[in-house]
C-alpha cells in the first residue's frame, strides 16, 4: 500500500494513504531517514507466533475461571 508522510504530530506519525485516509503510527515505526512528504510502501504480514501466544494466554485464562472454586 503506498502511503505519503503528511507530517509529524508529537510522537506520531500522520500518513496518507490511497484514498485519502490518514493513518497515525508511532514516529519510532517509520525509517529514520523518512521526512515529511516521503513516499513509503506498507505492508501487512500476519504473525503466527503472536496469534499462538494470545491464544494460548486466552485459554490460559479460561482455564483459570473455569477452574476457580467459588
Known sequence: MKAILD???GSSAILRIEGGQELV???EELPKEAKEGAALFLMISQSASEEEAREKL???ILNE???TEV
Open 7 to 9: 507530517r509529524f504530530e
Open 65 to 67: 475461571i473455569l477452574n
Open 25 to 27: 503510527m508511532p514516529k
Open 58 to 60: 486466552a485459554k490460559s
